[in-house]
């Protein structure tokens, strides 16, 4: 994943999901890497499709031994880094996508990036059996690259964030 946040992605879907009075969906690491491998795919080949020589999404789920109840995936294109309100306003305004957000059968979700490309995978499990946990969103300071005070002769400052969860690594500037 190059930069996105999927806690934003996640806390974007449930407050609409909360505004329906839908449960609220969990990350989930085998969904992360399902939805990674196919944003993977699409950026590799710079191609936005839910087909992919490895097999069908359920086959997908599958090979991240996700054994699910129901499945199912967004795909996006165009919208860069940090673009996660810009994404998710998109999918809500597409009637197929908006349905996959707004299922209530979904209790997890996994976000991905690469490039241009953004995608989302959804699901339950066969037994409905708990999410395995995405590491915390909140930002840990490491060593600035500027003061800790912001430079009033220029008017900029930047502080370096990293965050990571089990396998990517989220970096981004404040």
Known sequence: MNCCDPFI???????????????????????MDVIQFQVDYCADNNTLTH?????????R??????QFRSSGENLAEG???DEEIRVVKSWMNSPGHR????????????????NSFWGQAFGSLLNN???????????????PDTPD?????SNSHTIKYTTTTTRYTFSYSQ
């Open 9 to 31: 992605v996640l806390e974007l879907v449930n407050q609409e999901r909360r505004e329906r009075n839908i449960p609220p969906l969990e990350l989930d690491q085998r969904l």
């Open 51 to 59: 087909s992919n020589p490895a097999g069908s999404l359920g086959d």
């Open 61 to 66: 789920f599958s090979m991240f031994n996700y």
């Open 79 to 81: 919208y860069g880094r």
């Open 99 to 114: 349905a996959n957000i707004l299922n209530g059968s979904y209790k997890h979700m996994g976000v991905g990036f690469k």
């Open 129 to 143: 059996g708990p999410a395995i946990p995405v590491s915390t969103s909140i930002p840990v300071p490491i060593t």
């Open 149 to 153: 005070t912001p430079d009033t002769s």
